[in-house]
């Protein structure tokens, strides 16, 4: 049983002294409002970009980067990206890995699912025509479908989560 000498105040008070002897209190910075300007339109207004990732036939190399995305070191939910479940709710389309034959569909399922203006993000040295798979008979281009919508690659085997993160930051989706 706890002592009832010590209320909640008292408990705010010891936590309060124990927080400021170790400065984990930091105060803002003094260019703050020069720091909001640095953010892109989207983030200063609040708006979430969500992003539907569709492995295309990687080897999963891209998969444990893009997953690292959501630890706490890149949280990159603090930027106003999302991982979604369904393409419906999707403002891109995140695809790794060389584009395989048995995926066709199901990406253009996925791609057709998306509502408009749909944009495609590829990841990854497996859409690179000069790479490992480029004159493979296990992979595709693009579909010109999304192709047409297609907005940035990122290269790299992998890229870092950190690159991932400056990319999607610079692109500007719409408002």
Known sequence: ??????GFIAILRRLGNLISRRNLLSEAPEDWENSL???????????????????????????????????????????GFHFVASPRHADALLVTGPFTPGMEV??????????????????????????LFGDSYAALPLPQVMADAWIVHIPGSPPSPQELLNVLNAIEFPL
């Open 106 to 131: 199901a990406a253009l399922a996925a791609f057709r699912a998306m509502p408009q203006p749909r944009r495609v993000i590829t990841l990854g040295d497996g859409f690179d025509p000069d790479g």
């Open 37 to 79: 300007i640095k953010l892109p339109a989207r983030r200063r207004k609040n708006i979430s970009v969500f992003i539907r990732h569709l492995d295309a036939g990687s080897s999963n190399d891209c998969e444990l980067e893009i997953s690292a995305l959501s630890n706490p070191v890149y949280d990159f939910q603090r930027f």
């Open 1 to 6: 049983m706890s002592d009832p000498s010590i």
